[in-house]
């Protein structure tokens, strides 16, 4: 067929779904295309047939009905954060939520109703206007949607708990186009599976949360050491947070200092161990909870004191740019033995550019109280998500960037507990998705099957039966 027939042909499909719904149809050239198209990590690079920039919840069935009938694979952004770049493929239909912004609070009985396209400094902002809050991430551009389908974890988790924990509903279109709620009542399975199952079982078109009082007044900041005592800061350090309360979260990163104000210029840029603390309550209890961590070495400097919750929530946003490349590798952990703690040190003493890093991330708490089956997301044993964030510039970079993030993530896994969070999972570690489920994958296979059998949703962390998978990788290697 001429190109200029196909061309044709394929505008008047798209004018034809154009006239199905009230957001935008783009395609290639069109306004708006490629800040659509373009996701967190510069790595990837892909180009959707057509976009589906939806004004209303009502547009996702006819995108859904026109990617099958298309044969367009189909892709769902929510944030467009996730590292592995699923959100978007070459060739395919992309449901773009970016125009779904609103959060609705109710104060009164703590709930807020969240539209898809809503990042975490947005659903922060929102419910902060009334002092609540619940546990998202760590970076306020992240989206709220795939982040909480994956499962959720941040500075209130130890207290709270992860993000699906406080999970009431959630809106799906279905595979089949229709529209359903999920919760302990209506569709029980399949709200049981959207608590971890990434975006395998339909498209969520709003969820609703659980919000607890927070701030909007809490203590935090960061502490940091020298690099050479990193075995004596992350000694005590897991002694430390052994019997801190759970309103206090401390996450330790190793990494280059960035050029922070309360740094003295000579330690810019040298490796040093950060200290990230965050406590959900007073200064005064704050600042005397704290205070053993300053013994824990030198302090090249700190900046530690009350601010805003949603200052804190946007406090690592310059370190996490949207732009570089990006390439990640996590392990969980139930404790920090010493093996892994010399591993850690070992790979932090090689980091293959200023931008890396290796953080130590605290869950422990509320969500190791709720049991493993309770929810997609199982690995309700670990105490701590390590991940080795591999960042820099350059494609010539990617050879060493990625090498050094495989090396400690090899070296590492005799020291890692069961499971891993599929929100951390680059495109190449889809033969890890069935053992980050545990023992509840054969049960999300079970519901997957009930919802969507031909595996339309396989653009993310799969779900899927072997013959399907294998499917799944073919076509997107044909695409
Ligand atoms: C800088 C940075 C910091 C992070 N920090 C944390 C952290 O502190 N804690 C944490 O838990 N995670 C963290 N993450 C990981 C984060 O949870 C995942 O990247 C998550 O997928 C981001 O969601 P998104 O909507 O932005 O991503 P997207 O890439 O838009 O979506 C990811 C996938 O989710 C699915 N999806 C998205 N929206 C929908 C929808 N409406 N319906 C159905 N499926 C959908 C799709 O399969 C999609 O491919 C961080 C990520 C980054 C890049």
Redesign the pocket.
Known sequence: MEAREMTTRRKVKSDTLQSRIKGEVLGPGDAGYDDARR???AMIDRHPTVIVRCAEAADVAPAIAFARQSGLEL?????????A???VSDGGLMID?SRLKNVWVDSRTRRAYVQ?GVTLGEFDGAVQAHALATP????S???????T??????WLTREYGM?IDNLVAADVVAASGEALRASEQDHPDLFWALRGG??NF????QFEFKLHPVGPSVFAGLMVFPFREAKQVLTQYREFVESAPAKLNVWAVLRQAPPLPFLPPAVHGAEVVVLAVFFAGNARDGERIIQPLRRFGNVLGEHVGPMLYTQWQQAFDPL?TPGFR?YWKSHNFTQISDGALDTIIEFAGKLPSPHCEIFV?LLAGAANDVPSAATAYSARDAKFVINVHGRWENAEQDDDGIRWSRAFFQAATPYASSGA?V??MTDDEGERVAAAYGANYARLLEIKQRYDPENI?H??QNISVPQQARRSRTQRRSA
């Open positions: 996701v967190w990590n892709s769902i952004r929510g944030g467009g954060h996730h590292i770049g699923h959100s939520f898809p998202v991430g760590i970076n551009t992240t989206g709220i949607a795939g982040l389908l994956g499962g959720g974890f941040g993000t990434g975006g339909g498209v969520v078109t996490l990006n991330g969070y929100n951390f949703f653009l993310n």
